[in-house]
């Protein structure tokens, strides 16, 4: 079941749309650090403002990138208006 407001629109902050595979600017975090180690939020704090492609979005419209921007690996995700098309 999925809850009322998702999926979410795979529309960045400018509400520009966004698909697999689209190199984004990481502007937030902030949708996936609640409940995390310090040390694992300070390294998703470290991305804001890198550059990354968008390797997935799940079926709640959670858009899924990777630590590494040389890898396609599903490492983390956030909201879709917290990515900016370049």
């Known amino acids: 079941m999925i809850l009322a407001g998702f999926p979410l629109p795979a529309h960045d902050a400018a509400g520009l749309p966004l698909g697999q595979g689209s190199l984004v600017r ?8 609640s409940e995390l180690a310090q040390d694992d939020i300070s390294r998703l704090q470290g991305l804001v403002g890198h550059f990354r492609k968008i390797v997935a ?6 858009a899924w990138l990777s630590f590494d921007p040389h890898e396609q690996r599903s490492d983390f995700c956030v909201f879709p208006q917290e990515l900016a098309l370049p």
């Open 26 to 33: 990481i502007l937030s975090v902030h949708s996936c650090i």
């Open 57 to 62: 979005f799940d079926a709640f419209g959670f």
